[in-house]
């Protein structure tokens, strides 16, 4: 980990974070690991209680992995064994079953299930390990920024100044609204009670998958969680209010068809509206918004939190860059080139996720398969620092099958049976790494070698590194990194 940079007197921190859920405190925690000073403060003194975020994907356990964090949150993860969509009868229309023990390309479970709560102490925890001057407590009440830096105002009538701010304060962010952001509505929007649990009975019979029940009569998810939890959504009724659906007594005949009262516990309630929304821009000069600040979507497919963390891990290696004078201000430039349409996909994907219900509870199971929603394939990212038209390019580096350490920043993987690519076609910015081709088969060859970014997606995979190179915003500025 490198040490923080000195901070100019002028500024308490290089970054501030407002807000500390899963994002903020993510992209503090990366930021301090990254050599820059951060302060990330709450207005709540507490972690968020009610039940929100439950399925986590590869990538962002690889993110955890590198964070170092990984060990202090596996307690609260659980594979999860596959997710289904059935018909109101119960028949599976479509959905995936993954056998105990799969291990994705980047060598963890495909997806896991988690605790969110358990999640964000562990995060937290990690955050002031590395240095992150976390200060709960306090609510942003006005910004103002100019060429050096931004100055919140906090209600505790103090305030706080930074290079760069990072809003990762939720959905209806205060730092949006106050620097005129606005959120482009994606068009869905539909009230949703959640409700976890905790399985008292052995005896049970749950469904094993995440199984989303398409039911004319009541739309419902029901999510395995970790250990003993279990989750269930049930969507209202328009003709349903959010305080009488909240009662312990319509709860439970929601509940009555799946499980008595002395066979689960109630842990938490909420109703929300699942929306979906991206805003306008994920940056404002110096302010950078992430997670449900810049985009909201439906939970159908359990990204919301994993597309917030993807800007937290993309945000920090810009900010450090361009902190620490490795490249100029036209690379932050790269974080809503980049950032926006990947997000503003992901909520794509989990609108038709919640489409593709409504048709398979509307129409026969062919003809809704037939529709086309749920075939969206996952998105990779685009822009300014992904080039070429490689399936891995602009998605996370592959687990090499062999040990592999990688250097800080960017680097070209070569085979180790070629030339070692010189000074004349890789500029200092980036270190060349040399790889036997059979433990990354799919992107180092005798002919191909690939190009990682410092967050570890794949920029290019390439037969020409000077031409790939030469059509990235690469750093500009030299560095101190040598070539191995
Ligand atoms: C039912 C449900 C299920 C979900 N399931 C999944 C899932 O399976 N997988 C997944 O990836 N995502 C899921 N999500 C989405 C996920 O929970 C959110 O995307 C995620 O929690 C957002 O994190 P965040 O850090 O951006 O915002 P938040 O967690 O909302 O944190 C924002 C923080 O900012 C603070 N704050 C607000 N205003 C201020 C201010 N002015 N000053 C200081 N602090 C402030 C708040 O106190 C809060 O702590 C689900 C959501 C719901 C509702």
């Known amino acids: 980990m490198n040490s923080p940079s000195a901070t100019s007197p002028a500024f308490d921190a290089d970054v501030l974070v407002v807000g500390c859920g899963p994002v903020g405190v993510t992209a503090a925690l990366r930021c301090a690991q990254r050599g820059l000073s951060a302060i990330a403060i709450d207005r709540s003194t507490t972690i968020y209680p ?8 590869e990538e962002i356990q690889a993110l955890f992995e590198r964070a170092g964090l990984l060990g202090a949150i596996e307690p609260h993860l659980a594979p999860l064994p596959g997710a289904e969509f059935v018909d109101a009868s119960g028949v599976r229309v479509v959905g995936f079953e993954l056998p105990e023990d799969t291990v994705g390309s980047l060598g963890h479970p495909p997806a896991v299930v988690f605790d969110q709560p358990g999640v964000e102490r562990a995060l937290r925890e990690g955050a002031v390990a590395a240095g992150v001057d976390l200060r709960l407590g306090l609510t942003v009440t006005a910004v103002e920024q100019d060429d050096h830096g931004v100055t919140a105002t906090i209600d505790d009538g103090t305030a706080l100044r930074a290079r760069w701010l990072v809003a990762a304060d939720g959905a209806k962010s205060a730092v949006r ?13 539909q009230t949703w009670l959640v409700i976890d649990t905790t399985l008292l009975d052995d005896t049970l019979e749950l469904p094993r998958l995440a199984q989303q ?7 419902t998810t029901v999510v395995p969680g970790p250990g003993r939890h279990r989750r269930w959504e049930f969507r209202l009724r328009p003709d349903e209010t959010r305080e009488q659906i909240l009662e312990p007594t319509a709860i439970e005949a929601l509940l009555a068809p799946w499980a008595g009262p002395d066979q689960l516990r109630l842990d938490r309630s909420a109703v929300y509206r699942f929306h979906a929304k991206v805003a306008e821009t994920f940056r404002r000069d110096r302010i950078f918004l992430a997670g449900d600040a810049a985009h909201q979507m439906p939970p159908f497919n359990g990204q919301g939190m994993c597309t917030g963390l993807r800007d937290a891990e993309m945000l920090a290696w810009l900010l450090a860059d361009v902190t620490h004078a490795r490249a100029d201000d036209s690379l932050l430039d790269t974080y809503d080139a980049e950032r926006r349409p990947h997000a503003t996909e992901q909520v794509a994907h989990s609108v038709d996720s919640g489409l593709l219900m409504e048709a398979i509870a509307h129409q026969p199971a062919a003809a809704a398969l037939e529709t086309g929603y749920g075939q969206r394939r996952f998105p990779r990212r685009r822009g300014p620092l992904v080039t070429g038209d490689h399936p891995l390019a602009g998605g996370p580096l592959p687990r090499a099958s062999r040990p592999l350490s990688l250097p800080d920043g960017w680097v070209l993987l070569h085979t180790v049976t070629g030339p070692t690519p010189g000074s004349e076609c890789v500029p200092a910015v980036v270190t060349t790494v040399a790889v036997d081709a059979e433990a990354l088969p799919l992107l180092v060859s005798d002919t191909h070698s690939t190009l990682v970014r410092p967050d570890h997606l794949v920029a290019a995979v390439t037969d020409d590194p000077t031409g790939a190179i030469a059509r990235l915003v690469l750093p500009t500025l030299p560095t101190e990194s040598s070539h191995s």
């Not at 009610?50 to 994907?57: E, G, K, Q, S, V």
């Not at 609204?177 to 929007?189: C, K, P, S, Y």
């Open 50 to 57: 009610l039940p929100r975020a439950l399925a986590m994907d």
């Open 213 to 219: 029940r398409c039911d004319p009569a009541r739309m």
């Open 177 to 189: 609204d106050l620097v005129g952001i606005e959120m482009v509505d994606q068009g869905f929007d």
